[in-house]
């Protein structure tokens, strides 16, 4: 499936969110927000499983509040 350039898949309704894809191996988060002129950002990273990936997750999610 491909997503049009003009199309929208998600509709934000909450200022920030994050979704989580967890594997055996890998944990892929999408933070999704706002930015200051109203357009839906979206950053997305790949961490894995261990415990400092783990902490590392958790600072990435608090730098995004």
């Not at 969110?17 to 890998?26: F, I, N, Q, R, T």
């Not at 002129?37 to 990936?53: R, S």
Request: glycine residues 6%.
């Amino acid at each position: 499936m491909t997503q049009r350039e003009d199309s929208k898949i998600i509709g934000t309704v909450h200022p920030i969110c994050c979704g989580l894809d967890v594997h055996k191996e890998s944990i892929s988060a999408c933070v999704i927000y706002v930015d200051k002129d109203g357009t839906d950002q979206y950053d997305i990273k790949v961490f894995g499983t261990f415990t400092d990936d783990l902490i590392r997750l958790r600072s990435w999610l608090l730098d995004h509040e």
